[in-house]
């Protein structure tokens, strides 16, 4: 079964903190990607990868970065956490394939309280 | 500007009465148009991928559809457990490195 892990459920992180948000796939996908999902706002894009030390920003980059130094592992940074970065975080992978488009896959979301 | 649109943002039904959600799109070249279930706090199932007009897709209780503009996702005699969050997302012609532009989101409730 195809799976991505998303390294914590819940946290809870202090105002000005650096946090790291870890995932990972298990099924050698190129393409990477982290959302944010708040309610009335959907999910909004981030940052995507579609290689290994390869980023994009997505629509929503402000106060984060990425790192991505193996294929199977794609971390979101909050580089100093704030109030309005409380949200629920997912990452999503996606293989490159010629021909008919695949769906992306999700992890099981982390929910982060900044207080 | 949305390019995905689906509606209502809400929908309440009791147990058995079919109904349909909506996803409007405006890209162009669409590549494939996707549903997605959502449970609360947990992350986005996949559940359908359509690619061009006229195709149709089932699963259980659930026929998805798709014409050059829109894709509705039908649900037929729902029972309490079909209760989510129903998400769409289009790729289209152009779209940077295979991102999926998603809609806001369909909240079923389903009442016994």
């Known amino acids: 079964d195809v799976k991505v892990t998303q390294s914590s459920r819940y946290l809870v992180k202090r105002t000005g903190e650096k946090v790291f948000l870890e995932c990972v796939q298990d099924?050698?996908?190129?393409?990477m990607f982290w959302y944010r999902q708040d309610p009335g706002l959907g999910l909004r894009l981030i940052y995507f990868?579609?290689?290994?030390?390869?980023?994009e920003k997505g629509d929503i980059p402000e106060g984060y970065s990425v790192s991505r130094e193996k294929k199977e592992r794609f971390s979101l940074i909050l580089e100093s956490a704030s109030t309005n970065q409380t949200s629920m975080y997912l990452c999503?992978?996606?293989?490159?394939?010629?021909?008919?488009?695949?769906?992306?896959?999700f992890g099981q979301g982390t929910r982060l309280t900044v207080v | 500007e949305d390019q995905v649109t689906q509606s209502p943002e809400a929908l309440r039904l009791q147990e058995g009465e079919s109904s349909s959600l909506n996803c409007s799109y405006t890209?162009?070249?669409?590549?494939?148009l996707f549903w997605y279930r959502q449970d609360p706090g947990k992350g986005p199932e996949f559940l359908f991928t359509l690619y061009s007009a006229g195709e149709e897709k089932e699963k259980e209780r659930l026929k998805a559809t798709l014409t050059k503009k829109e894709s509705f996702l039908h649900i037929t005699a729902p029972k309490p457990e079909d209760s989510a969050t129903y998400l769409c997302?289009?790729?289209?012609?152009?779209?940077?490195?295979?991102?999926?532009?998603f809609g806001r989101g369909t909240q079923l409730t389903v009442w016994p």
């Open positions: 997302a289009v790729q289209a012609d152009g779209s940077t490195l295979g991102r999926l532009y």
């Open positions: 890209v162009s070249g669409l590549r494939g």
């Open positions: 990868s579609y290689d290994v030390k390869m980023k």
């Open positions: 099924m050698d996908h190129e393409n």
């Open positions: 999503a992978s996606r293989p490159t394939r010629t021909g008919l488009n695949t769906e992306a896959f």
